[in-house]
């Protein structure tokens, strides 16, 4: 449910990627806390998708999850790790409860299909799948205020749209379509016609041109947040840029493939380092 692999991480812990995970150019002192969080999120996540537990079972756990950060149960290890860094930090658990509620909404929809009826219910699904994160990485920083949230929320929600488009076929395989469906319907489509694009392997011409305005929609809401990258500590600063950067060059691959992510998913490779170097620069610049 989660963007783009932005950065790479320099510890054993794997695939979320919504934020960096104790890259490089977080600070040391800060690096335990993003680690902890990057494991909540990971067992979170895993109890929303993996295995074969039913939706109530998935939806228990999390609820479980949840009573625990409110102090309602014993800690369980992962939250217990947790809970050292947020009050060493006095982080709020608020952004936790918020992600939680996304990954209850996943899990209740596991066997139905999720799907978002128009714009405004897939935003409200971002503001809690991906704009905690950011929220709570700027707040490790000492950034968090009201101008650079609306930055912050502005790049977390632009990714996680990318990362939609991105993974459209394999959403769908997953039982999950995140076009909204009054968007779908305006430009001719159902689900049926999302299901045959998936099955054959190549998208038509119709649900290229609706997958080519979501991808601009989102890079344009990434391009507006990336003001943030003047307005935080030069190492974070630094971070940003690369993170939209990476962002950017996703859409430039999905323009390249003709906005087609079933015949080829894009992803970046050591070959897109010379891209993701240019984008990250311009990241750093003020919008004309």
């Known amino acids: 449910m989660n963007p783009s692999a932005l950065a790479r991480p320099l510890t054993s812990v794997e695939h979320y990627e919504n934020f960096p995970v104790a890259s490089i150019l977080v600070p040391a002192r800060l690096r335990p806390a993003v680690i902890a969080l990057y494991r909540f999120a990971r067992h979170a996540d895993d109890l929303a998708d993996e295995g074969d537990a039913s939706a109530e079972r998935r939806v228990a756990a999390l609820e479980a ?38 990954f209850v909404q996943d899990a209740q929809t596991s066997a139905t299909g999720l799907r978002h009826a128009d714009r405004a219910s897939l935003l409200d699904y971002c503001a809690r799948s991906a704009n905690p994160i950011g929220e709570l990485m700027l707040r490790l920083f000492g950034a968090w205020n009201p101008q650079t949230r609306s930055a912050s929320d502005a790049i977390c929600t632009a990714l996680q749209l990318l990362n939609f488009v991105q993974d459209f076929g394999i959403d769908w395989r997953r039982g999950r379509l995140y076009i909204p469906l009054d968007e779908l319907h305006a430009a001719g489509l159902d689900e049926d016609d999302v299901a045959r694009a998936v099955s054959s392997g190549r998208v038509d011409a119709r649900l290229s041109a609706l997958l080519a305005r ?28 690369a993170i939209v950067g990476g962002g950017l060059r996703i859409a430039e691959r999905l323009r390249a493939s003709g906005y087609d992510p079933v015949a080829s998913r894009p992803s970046l490779g050591w070959r897109d380092a010379p891209a993701l170097a240019r984008l990250a620069l311009a990241a750093s610049r003020p919008l004309p």
């Not at 950060?69 to 947790?82: F, H, K, M, N, Q």
């Not at 809970?83 to 996304?102: F, G, M, N, T």
């Not at 989102?218 to 971070?239: I, N």
């Open 214 to 241: 979501q991808t601009e929609a989102a890079t344009r809401l990434l391009c507006s947040g990336s003001t943030l990258v003047r307005h935080v500590p030069w190492r974070l600063g630094l971070e940003l840029r």
């Open 65 to 102: 999850l949840g009573a625990e950060l409110r102090g309602e149960s014993p800690d369980s290890p992962v939250v217990a790790r947790l809970r050292a860094h947020w009050v060493a930090h006095a982080l709020p658990y608020e952004p936790l409860h918020a992600l939680l509620s996304a």
